[in-house]
Nanobody
């Protein structure tokens, strides 16, 4: 089964940008759809973005549409989340996830998760 290792994140001022990376261990990475979720303290884990195995299909939560971009490089076994125009309400622990289904926008659709990385946006 694929294993996911996240990098990126940190502290940024409002309006700034960050890029998260999620590297997969499996050579079969190209057969997994990938997603990003986030969880703020005291809140449920929520969907942020998802991308199909080929990269041709992407989905975004309304709250990040136009600001965040999900992409993948199957040759590098890596999925990215570029976050621009960050807002304090984007502050959360961000998780990447993998699924063998075509694509999923709910956390229940993902059996494999990364370790999480903190993103803090200061006002």
């Amino acid at each position: 089964q694929v294993q996911l290792v996240q990098s990126g994140g940190g502290l940024v001022q409002a309006g700034g940008s960050l890029r998260l990376s999620c590297a997969a261990s499996a050579r079969t990475f190209g057969t997994y759809a990938m997603g990003w979720f986030r969880q703020a303290p005291g809140k449920e884990r929520e969907f942020v973005a998802a991308i199909s195995w080929s990269g041709e299909s992407t989905y975004y939560a309304d709250s990040v549409k136009g600001r965040f971009t999900i992409s993948r490089d199957n040759a590098k076994n890596t999925v990215y989340l570029q976050m621009n125009s960050l807002k304090p309400e984007d502050t959360a622990n961000y998780y990447c996830a993998a699924t063998r289904t075509f694509i999923a926008t709910t956390k229940d659709g993902y059996p494999v998760w990364g370790q999480g990385t903190q993103v803090t946006v200061a006002s």
